[in-house]
């Protein structure tokens, strides 16, 4: 199956700190990737949808300036937390899409997730 | 009000036993109904998908969507151990899709 990689897998930051997480597609091209966020006992949230190529999609309330977005490739994207705070602190999961699908089927295209990077600022 | 509600549980049930995680949906627009499954700090995985209404069977677990109510359901059958995990239900409006709106993720522990 499609395996997608997060590095790291978890980092501890001081606050006004950067920090960089990457997300590859280890054994499948995706021209896009999507980036989430998810608060503990808390569902995904989306943050941005990351096209290969282009500029990031970001969703209401998701500072574009803070959490900077590149898909320089098709197997990899990066998420930069610019000057991080306490508040930034969270699981943060990618996601890569695989092949379009069977529409006579049914089947949706597919978000391979990665094991995601958990982010504490202190 | 939220687009997907879920219960976020925890719920707790005895190995054997049959689970039944649902969610309900406020978009009548949503055509692609997905169940994750998610174990302590990892990524979702997908379990199930299913278009627009009916059953979907694969082995022990079963999918169901009912549009009429905008209800989706999830069941288990011979639960054991290996599937405690927290489940998230997530929906897309079309194929292509950009986006899955996910519900809030149920945690359940299959008791041995």
């Known amino acids: 199956g499609a395996v997608v990689s997060q590095h790291p897998s978890r980092v501890i930051c001081k606050s006004g700190t950067s920090v960089k997480i990457e997300c590859r597609s280890l054994?499948?091209?995706?021209?896009?990737m999507f980036w989430y966020r998810q608060f503990p006992k808390q569902s995904l949230m989306l943050m941005a949808t990351?096209?290969?190529?282009?500029?990031?999609?970001?969703e209401q309330g998701v500072e574009k300036d803070k959490f900077l977005i590149n898909h320089a490739s098709l197997t990899l994207s990066t998420l930069t937390v610019t000057s991080a705070h306490p508040e930034d602190s969270s699981f943060y999961i990618c996601?890569?899409?695989?092949?379009?699908?069977?529409?006579?089927?049914?089947?949706?295209?597919?978000?391979?997730f990665g094991p995601g990077t958990r982010l504490t600022v202190l | 009000q939220k687009e997907v509600e879920q219960d976020p549980g925890p719920l707790s049930v005895p190995e054997g036993a049959i689970v039944s995680l649902n969610c309900t949906y406020s978009?009548?627009?949503?055509?692609?109904f997905m169940w994750y499954r998610q174990y302590s700090r990892k990524g979702p995985e997908l379990l199930m998908y299913?278009?627009?209404?009916g059953n979907k069977e694969d082995g022990r677990f079963t999918a169901q969507v009912d549009k009429s109510s905008k209800y989706i359901s999830l069941f288990i059958r011979d639960s054991q151990p290996s599937d405690s995990a927290t489940y998230l239900c997530?929906?897309?409006?079309?194929?292509?899709?950009?986006?899955?709106?996910f519900g809030q993720g149920t945690r359940l522990t299959i008791n041995p």
């Open positions: 996601s890569a899409r695989g092949d379009g699908g069977d529409e006579e089927r049914g089947s949706p295209d597919t978000q391979y």
């Open positions: 054994d499948f091209q995706a021209t896009t």
């Open positions: 990351s096209n290969e190529g282009s500029k990031a999609t970001y």
């Open positions: 978009n009548s627009a949503f055509q692609y």
């Open positions: 299913t278009y627009s209404s």
């Open positions: 997530a929906m897309s409006l079309f194929q292509g899709a950009q986006k899955l709106v």
